[in-house]
């Protein structure tokens, strides 16, 4: 089967680091994959992510997403099969506009949907939201603010959904509560999706392969059969 | 006080375009546009030679709004891929605009007082006429700029202050919208240089000295007293327009306080300036506080 997402010989330098933040990495994704991507700060694991939403280009390689090379996409194309949340709010969404604006911002213009239907869709992923759709995302909590950033990145499922530790600055209850939500989620809908996390029961309980970067290289490759055999102690040794 | 209020209301009305456009830059857009002290002038200065020239002053108008659209694009493609910062691009463009002004005008001032303009066969009717042909321009830029605010456009423009990379990463043309906003709210800044030459009866090459401090010293005076009253944020975008007019009335209601009191006008700007400098502080204060 041809792979959904393929990494071929991809290579990463900024001009101010000896080392480079990636080096000839090769790795493919399947739809519908749930890749947990681990390794230690600095290991590259954002980098990677950055390359396919645009904002670093490789200096070596090619990023292949349904058979296109991924820098012949228009970045509007690009937006449409690739949505990425890190664990930061600005990165995810516009602080200063509501909830219904950010709403309407990704909104397809062809789609009449009422507030209603927002409020209950919103409701599904944290009851709070429905009964705010006219506050500022500023003012809305940690948790609030990534359950309506994942509910509106996943509006309109996007082919593969990038989640930079999108979990890290919450509470361990709120975090556990968004993780498992997000899990749920995207296998529902079939959504392909790459996670980046520190987190190794994390990765072990949502992820469905797992990559392992050090120092800018693959370390090691756990595939969905091997992985059942794994602790976390384990997986932690391996990959750290 | 009667006198005082009228002179506050007439001199207010023709800086209302300014202030929706300074409006647009520093609160939707969220940049200090110093060009706009350049295109008020380019506004006056195109319309005042267009029509000494016996050009239509519809036409005449019309091309001092073109014009200010220009010169907002030219900072937008200074700054277009982080190359110039968005305030120096501004000031860049206005210092640029004094020579390209000075050239169009050929003088430092042409005088109006005999030229026929968009309201001068109105206010040789009756004064009141001629204030509400004034007025009635102005609400119709002001009706258009609201109708902006509301649309998806507007929405985009306020989400590109916002956070203009998260808007590219959606698929929006940044681009774009950089070159809209910046043209729009220099488009209005040169109608109201337009509206402002053909009142006072001139234009003149240091008209737009300060324009942009005191816009937005205006409109921080306004937004500070109108918008901790607003918790609906459906009523912001009116809101906003209504923290502009306020903001402007009030600058001019101290500013003819202040000549009343026969200050010396050698300290006019000084005493402006501090008032200003108040102002942005305490509102500041009040922001971080909130």
Known sequence: MTPLLQFENITLRHPSLERPILLDINYSVQKGDCVVVLGANGSGKSSLLKLLDGRYRTNAGKIILKNKNILSLSARARAHCIHTLTQNAQDNLFLNLTIFENYQLIQKRNKADTIDSLADYLYSFNPNLATKLDVLVARLSGGEQQALALALAVLYPPEILLLDEHTSALDPKTAEHLMALTARIIHERHITALLTTHNVNHALAYGDRILALKEGLVHDCIERNDKQNLTAEMLMARCY | ?290
């Open chain 2, 1 to 290: 006080m009667i006198a005082l209020l009228l002179a506050t209301l007439t001199q207010s009305l023709t800086l209302i375009p300014l202030a929706l456009g300074i409006n647009l830059s520093y609160t939707l857009l969220r940049a200090t546009d110093m060009t706009i002290d350049g295109s008020f002038v380019l506004g006056a200065g195109v319309f005042a030679q267009l029509v000494t020239m016996g050009i239509s002053p519809y036409i005449a108008f019309l091309a001092a709004l073109a014009c200010g659209a220009i010169a907002g694009a030219f900072t937008a493609f200074l700054q277009n891929g982080g190359k110039v910062d968005p305030l120096l691009a501004g000031i860049l463009t206005s210092f640029i605009l004094y020579s390209v002004n000075m050239a169009i005008m050929g003088r430092p001032n042409i005088n109006l007082l005999s030229t026929p303009t968009l309201f001068s066969a109105a206010f040789a009717h009756s004064l009141t006429l001629g204030w509400l042909s004034v007025a009635l321009l102005i609400g119709l830029l002001v009706v258009a700029f609201y109708a902006l605010l509301q649309s998806r456009l507007g929405l985009c423009l306020r989400a590109f202050g916002d956070n203009a990379m998260l808007l590219s990463r959606q698929g929006y043309n940044v681009t774009t919208l950089r070159f809209t906003g910046f043209g729009l709210n220099n488009l209005l800044a040169a109608a109201s240089g337009a509206i402002t030459a053909q009142i006072i009866g001139y234009a003149d090459i240091g008209m737009g000295v300060g324009m942009t401090l005191i816009g937005i010293g205006a409109i921080v005076l306004g937004q500070h007293l109108i918008l901790p009253f607003v918790k609906k944020h459906y009523l912001r975008a009116g809101s906003e327009l209504l923290a502009a007019f306020i903001g402007i009335a009030l600058y001019f209601f101290i500013l003819n306080g202040l000549l009343r009191f026969n200050i010396n006008p050698i300290y006019l700007k000084l005493l402006l300036g501090v008032l200003l400098a108040l102002f942005l502080r305490t509102a500041t204060q009040k922001a971080s506080l909130t």
